[in-house]
């Protein structure tokens, strides 16, 4: 079994890169879910009184993901040692190897990337809490327990690929046969997790929630549908550094 630990400053990308191993089955806790729960779904409510509350939650969904034989991935920010060292412990107790993934401190870009996503929050406080992590980081080492060390991706390819007459035959508005190699191709790229991969399609609606359900059921790999997630600006077209479609015509 394998124990996960991001490490780094709010909107350095952990999540991202969490979700990724989430669809690989492995099993994500992160802290800004069980609080959002806890509030009815509105991150806002954050409640010091439930802190306690909030732990026991996290340490009990860790520990029965273990106890079960799945890898986990604690998404929070971890910044110090002190911090650290309670899942450190936990994953010993089970003999999971344990792998740090550390974002650092951040940057005006990642603070930026919080504000895109707010939860509602007043940029100014997310600007007070990223100075806080900041303050707070302690570079991870092994003698905290880790079994590996690794930087955290600061850089990220994206592809966006096209759906129908790309990883499908074109049968629109059905759904078409996967088209093997195309599906090959993806799960290399998926692999690899500097590699943003974003589907890209004109399917909106019902015929979107079909498309979205189709790639769940058949394990095509996706970080994001129609989405510009790295940045905080620009119009209705995907950003990225590769397009894949069957009507492409090469500059």
Request: contains cysteine; charged residues 25%.
């Amino acid at each position: 079994m394998i124990m996960r630990l991001m490490v780094g400053n709010i909107g350095t990308g952990k999540s991202l890169i969490s979700s990724k191993f989430a669809k690989r089955g492995e099993v994500v806790v992160n802290m800004d879910s069980i609080t959002s729960m806890m509030g009815g779904g509105e991150y806002g409510l954050y409640d010091r009184n439930k802190k306690e509350i909030y732990r026991i939650t996290e340490i009990a969904a860790i520990e029965g993901a273990l106890l079960a034989g799945f890898n986990v991935v604690v998404d929070r920010t971890n910044m110090d040692r002190k911090r650290r060292a309670p899942y450190i412990e936990l994953a010993k107790k089970y003999n999971a190897e344990i792998i740090c993934y550390d974002f650092g401190v951040g940057s005006f870009a990642t603070f930026s990337r919080r504000v895109k996503e707010s939860y509602g929050i007043p940029a100014g406080q997310w600007r007070d809490v990223h100075n806080i992590m900041e303050s707070l980081y302690e570079a991870p080492s092994f003698d905290e327990g880790f079994n590996i060390i690794q930087p955290g991706p600061d850089r990220y390819e994206i592809h966006a690929i096209d759906f129908d007459g790309t990883i499908v035959e074109n049968k629109y508005p059905y759904i078409g046969e996967i088209r093997k190699q195309k599906y090959v191709d993806m799960m290399m790229l998926w692999e690899d997790l500097t590699k943003i991969i974003i589907i890209w399609t004109c399917r909106t609606g019902d015929q979107l929630n079909e498309m979205r359900k189709f790639l769940i059921k058949n394990n095509i790999p996706f970080d994001f549908i129609n989405e510009n997630p790295l940045f905080p600006e620009g119009g209705r077209k995907i950003f990225a550094h590769k397009y894949h479609d069957d009507r492409n015509v090469p500059v």
